[in-house]
């Protein structure tokens, strides 16, 4: 029997209350408990086990049985709203509902006969949707369900990347800002490249200080003096690529340059005081004057 189903009908275990000395043991192992999985969550309940039973009241062997259940659902329901909070804050879990929601996109919104974004297109949402998984075959939803599945542990696809680098990514790096400041009082700025649908790379400046207590970075700072080397990196990894067919880059160019970036770096001098010496540049081309100030800035 599903235990979900017999915590709710078990009539031992509504009649039981767990003590408040039983609910201080439990508390003190929870953290542990959520950070846990498989073998070490078994081990911590059998530890909770031993020394929350010495605060229950006394009571006979198959009450003490229906307690340590008692004991399990409250760490088991516990870790269950920690994972649900997770994924949709950090993460996305695909379903097989979802997935034809962004593959049926364009039939959904002619059922539905409204404006999309209008509170019509809202009201029959749900419905369209429905209607257009009605009609599929079960061999259709099966493949649905695949694909949720390799979505969810691997990625998706690069237009619902794009759409969510566009709609969901500013709102989660402005929450990372939010709580780095608040729990650590740390001050962050953001450098990104992502790519449109259309396969045009967007680079942008994220900065959040004005909003959490302080001054702006881009407003009060000059930063355009970082871009050039954060555009060269992003036209590697996202212009420049060789890609295979499965979309992975060729290993042997990738190999190749690094081993260039390797070439460039060049060996500095240290003076008396152990501090890094950058030599007369003339000699160099505007290249390896580059390259020579990435090495010093790197090693400084």
């Known amino acids: 029997m599903d235990r979900s189903n017999s915590s709710v009908h078990s009539p031992e275990k509504t009649k039981q209350k767990l003590t408040e000395e039983e609910l201080v043991v439990l508390q003190s192992h929870l953290e542990e408990w959520k950070e846990a999985t498989g073998k070490d969550r078994k081990t911590i309940l059998r530890v ?23 004991y399990w659902d409250w760490l088991y329901n516990r870790r269950a709203e920690k994972t649900l909070k997770k994924q949709s804050k950090f993460s996305k ?18 059922k539905t006969g409204a404006r999309p974004g209008g509170k019509e297109m ?5 419905g369209a949707v429905n209607a257009i998984m009605g009609g599929l075959s079960e061999e259709q939803l099966e493949e649905s369900n695949k694909t949720a599945i390799e979505w969810s542990s691997r990625a998706p696809p690069t237009d619902v990347q794009a759409e969510f680098a566009q709609k969901k990514a500013p709102g989660m790096m402005k929450d990372l800002a939010t709580q780095l400041w608040r729990q650590a009082g740390m001050r962050i700025f953001i450098l990104s490249a992502w790519k449109t649908e259309e396969g045009e790379v967007r680079i942008n400046g994220i900065d959040f200080n004005d909003k959490l207590e302080g001054s702006s970075f881009t407003d009060t700072k000059d930063w355009k003096p970082m871009l050039p080397e954060w555009n060269a990196y992003v036209g590697e990894e996202f212009v420049d690529r060789n890609d295979d067919e499965d979309g992975n880059e060729d290993r042997e160019e990738k190999e190749n340059r690094n081993q260039r970036r390797k070439k460039e770096e060049f060996t500095l001098e240290v003076d008396t005081y152990g501090l890094l010496v950058i030599l007369d540049m003339k000699s160099l081309n505007l290249e390896d004057k580059k390259s020579l100030i990435r090495t010093f800035l790197t090693k400084h």
Do not use: F, G
């Open 122 to 126: 809202i009201k029959y949402y749900q």
């Open 48 to 70: 909770v086990i031993k020394e929350a039973k010495m605060q229950a009241p006394k009571m006979d062997a198959r009450l003490l049985k229906t307690r340590k259940s008692m």
């Open 93 to 110: 879990k695909w379903t097989a509902r979802l997935v034809i929601e962004h593959q049926y996109k364009k039939e959904i919104l002619e």
